[in-house]
């Protein structure tokens, strides 16, 4: 047991008080030393002690205290509500608070207690002491409060910040979005009388007529050309590219039947009338029994063919949208990841460096088909050109820009 309770803390972690609570001794700084001893019988407690006497004591309620010592009577009461306590005697009752220091009584300071450092104060002095460690702690309440009434504000306005930022951000997405559901509900209710306008009747029409359709609609009215202008150049880049759109391959026998009844569907309505949406959103639906893969390739091979006259139009940017909701297809785009450019290789003095791409000025025809970009006449218009000193003279082909050059190199197309 350590020593008049050095070292030992209360439940606050302070000093406890200094004093010695022996089975017969008491010694304290305000009670001085004396003898008690203690005895219980019966539910009564009997206490003698030197310096106050002899005391009988019961409890008859809990917290409730009830005593005679010296021939005096005396009551004593303790009663806890959240940060106040009830003290109750034959004078009347008062409210304390406890705190970290001890007790602070409301009605009767002078009945206050302090411990400092073990020692315990009562009286005028623990009031004064506990009066001004509680204006102390009511400050330090306030300005934890505003702290955090701060830290919560800028909190809120940093989210409702970004909130608004990504808010901003979506706001035209969100707009496109809702120009294209209103634009497709419109379609919706029209595509009964659409469906109508086409002959023969779409229904009796095979799957690589609708495919021609849509075709003739993606890659003409697209750009804002009529069906009739494009589709003998569509049939020959078919034929002649037929490799690299296996799906779309089969539709050259339809081109010419589909033709006339398309521009009769779409009421010679101009790109900016919505007939050429109506006629897609119709076209789309009717390819919706394709299976998902292939009606996907469907959409990728098209969209390839379009690219490969230059960016897509606004228009085809629509309609592309549109067959992509009647078909059921979800549009995604997202950005290619740049490839890494290969290493060049170390010079092998007096030998001629080994490559594992395609020589420009000596591959042959159908090796150069396997660059990408170059079909049969494009190969041969490349062939012409040798020999080629540099990859940018292949800008001279028709077809072939800086983006197409940079996808020749990056394929592995080289000059020796």
Request: proline share 5%; charged share 25%; aromatic share 8%.
């Given at each position: 047991m350590a020593f008049l309770n050095l070292g030992k803390k209360d439940a606050y972690g302070k000093q406890r008080r200094i004093e010695h609570r022996g089975r017969y001794l008491r010694a304290s700084r305000t009670g001085g030393v004396a003898l008690r001893a203690q005895a219980k019988a019966a539910g009564v407690n009997v206490t003698a002690n030197t310096s106050h006497g002899f005391r009988v004591s019961g409890t008859p309620a809990r917290n409730?205290?009830?005593a005679f010592q010296n021939g005096r009577f005396i009551l004593r009461g303790?009663?806890?509500?959240?940060?106040?306590?009830?003290?109750?005697?034959?004078?009347?009752?008062?409210?304390?608070?406890?705190?970290?220091?001890?007790?602070?009584?409301?009605?009767?300071?002078?009945?206050?207690s302090a411990k400092l450092a073990g020692v315990q104060v009562r009286g005028k002095t623990a009031a004064q002491i506990q009066i001004v460690y509680m204006l102390f702690a009511a400050v330090l309440a306030v300005v934890q409060l505003v702290a955090a009434v701060l830290i919560g504000a800028v909190r809120l306005v940093l989210e409702v910040g970004g909130f608004a930022y990504r808010l901003v951000l979506a706001a035209p997405?969100?707009?496109?979005?809702?120009?294209?559901?209103?634009?497709?509900?419109?379609?919706?209710?029209?595509?009964?009388?659409t469906d109508l306008a086409f002959q023969p009747p779409i229904q009796q029409w095979r799957a690589d007529a609708h495919l021609a359709g849509w075709l003739l609609a993606y890659l003409g009215w697209g750009p804002g050309h009529a069906a009739t202008e494009i589709k003998d150049a569509l049939r020959q880049r078919l034929s002649t590219d037929d490799a690299g759109f296996p799906v779309l391959a089969p539709t050259t026998q339809e081109l010419?039947?589909?033709?006339?009844?398309?521009?009769?569907?779409?009421?010679?309505?101009?790109?900016?009338?919505?007939?050429?949406?109506?006629?897609?959103?119709?076209?789309?639906?009717?390819?919706?029994?394709?299976?998902?893969?292939e009606l996907a390739e469907v959409l990728l091979q098209a969209d390839d063919l379009a690219l490969q006259d230059g960016p897509r139009s606004v228009l085809q940017e629509e309609l592309l949208e549109v067959f992509a909701d009647f078909a059921g297809v979800r549009l995604q785009e997202v950005e290619a990841e740049p490839e890494a450019a290969p290493e060049p290789a170390a010079p092998d003095q007096g030998a001629r460096p080994v490559s594992s791409g395609i020589d420009i000025n000596t591959a042959g025809l159908e090796e150069l088909q396997t660059l990408p970009h170059l079909g049969p006449e494009r190969a041969q218009a490349v062939i012409a050109l040798r020999p080629v000193q540099d990859l940018g003279a292949l800008q001279a082909v028709d077809g072939i820009g800086p983006k197409r050059l940079e996808d020749l190199r990056a394929a592995g197309a080289y000059c020796s």
């Open positions: 409730t205290q009830v303790r009663y806890r509500s959240g940060p106040f306590h009830l003290n109750l005697s034959k004078t009347g009752a008062t409210v304390s608070t406890r705190n970290r220091l001890g007790s602070f009584n409301w009605f009767r300071p002078n009945r206050s997405y969100a707009w496109n979005n809702w120009q294209r559901r209103r634009r497709n509900r419109g379609l919706e209710r029209e595509l009964p009388d010419d039947d589909t033709t006339s009844s398309l521009e009769a569907a779409r009421g010679g309505a101009t790109e900016d009338q919505p007939g050429s949406h109506a006629v897609v959103a119709v076209l789309a639906r009717h390819l919706r029994a394709l299976p998902a893969e």
